[in-house]
């Protein structure tokens, strides 16, 4: 594989070009050009298509996508440019296994594949805006999660009256506190060993991440750190600074990547190959071992959209196919914590990428732009569901779905808002209230009713 | 060919993107179509209907930014007709848009850039990594009515706060119209930091924009 050194070659020798002329004269014409080349087409009627040949198209042509377009760097106004074997090549090489944590809770996180019959790696957490004062309580509550394998661990924007910008001191010293926070609320649930893989959702810059990464706070190689592109296809210094840092560490290294629906990648289509192509982006230039994506639609800013999860069905597939390394997708729904149409829409979600051969993690409620907006409970559903649908394909799931559209989609515009954490939990004992309990029972029973197992 | 065949012509140039096209129709129309006419009687409807399309999620940005180019290619060759002639297309308003300070994401900011372009909005587009003084500076310099702050992190949308200050620290919050959006912002923060409006999508920040722009002008 091309070494990271020469990725910082490439990233100070490539091709100059400017960040316009990137997206309009070499991404857009590409992306089209690859989905009419190899005629990849969206039926709105297939939410979860079970086909393989187009899975593997998909693959092919962001082969093609990449090794003509690369990646932009946006300091050096350069191009990272690889031939279509190095590519391959990378491929090839790319580890098929993620080790996460220490001691009991160390656990291996495997590439899948469609209608795979094993359980997938259940994830769960949120690096979405948590208040201070709840951090510790919601990592511990994930951590309590036995089937849960690895966890997300909070963002805080606010340290006491202090408020967190990017850049800013106060940033670094938000990513120090939730790194303390993370490793503290896992010993408080018994499970100290468990691998934290969202470092450093606090923290939106490099200096600030490598700063909260320091072992003196808790970190550990064996956690594992996600690093942003720009949509799309785009790195900057500050993503190159993590990496150059965290590969001297030898700390497991992720990627990120949510490339929008209606962006620059165009529609459905379009989309599907560019969220395949960020996984060679990663591998090759973030030098990840994991990788999470989570497209989203311009528009409605969530990703349970039929459309949507074409995107993540598709895409995945086409990764779980052709690379299978470890791969897991995050939702955005757009209602709102505690409300049925949240459980519906994550359910859909869910169905869509555990039968297409990808680990799974909690669809984010309120598209995740809400504080305190994400609940113990949706890591609890995430992993109840992982169990109890081992052996789902893309067939069964593609019925269900749309089944569940049918209830949720007219939702989607207008979605309801909920209650966020300190409205329907007992803070104190981290225990949904009546309300929530039952909607939650009533939520699952009709689920049960469509056909969707719980464990 | 008649002078509507022309302006229809033009017209589906732009919808379909086709910078070559528009141009040469444009060029081959200027002897004998007045250049006020060709904006108002092809560009415009062809840019409202790639707005409309583009927001029922019928086309999306990539396709929306080539009919820009296409209406962009086209305004080249009719700008010096109209200087000559002593024309002026009518803007709604001005608009000074940017990414906030360290916040280097943009494609959200773009489609806002060019839906209110083809709103008939004046966009100066600052780009990103904006400081609040940068987007002052700029919004005195050209007289703008609106500020527009994109911020996608939770980590960056303080520094929409950061314009909000400024511009009360300079005496001049009541000039500007303030819009936020981006990824993370919502309605409870927009009020929280004083902003004029917010818009979930691209198509509700224009929709938001028009609104209170007519408001202040008393419409």
Redesign the interface.
Known sequence: MVSFPEILERATRGPIMSPKDFDMKVFIPKVREVVENYKIRYDPGTPCPADDDLADRIYQAALDLYADVGTYVIDTERVIQFSREEIEDAVYEAPREAYFGEGPERCVFKGRKPDDSEIPHCHVGSGTDTTEDVALKMVEAYGRISKAKTVSIPSVTSLGSLKSSAGSPVEALAGISMMRTGREGLRRAGRPGMGIINHMSSCAQGVSTIAASNPQFGARPSDGWLIAPHAELKIDHSSLNQVAYLTSWGANLGQEAGPIMGGYAGGPEGTAVVTTAYCFHGILVARAIYHLTYPVHMNYVCSTTPDMLYVVSTSSQAVSRNVGVPYYALGYAAAGSATKQYFYEAAAYLLAIQSSGIGIEDVHPNKAVVTNGALPIDSEFTCSFGHGMVGITRKEANQIIKRLMETYLSGIKNPPRGRILNECYDILTMRPDDELRRTYDEAIRELRGLGIRFK | MTEDDILKGIEEAIVRGDKERSARLVEESLGGVDPLSIIQGGMMPAMEKVGDRFSC?EI????M?MAT?AWNEAMKLLKPKMLEAGESIGKIGTVVIGAV????????KN?VATLLSTAGFEVHDLGIDISASKFIGKAEEVDADIIAASAI????M??QRDILEHLVAGGLRDKYIVLVGG????QKWADEIGADGYG????EGVRVAKELLSRRRGG
Do not use: R, S
């Open positions: 999620g999306y940005l990539p396709e930014l180019e300070q360290t916040d280097v994401h943009e494609i959200g489609i992190m939770t980590t960056t303080t520094y990824g993370v912002v919502n979930e999508t691209a198509v």
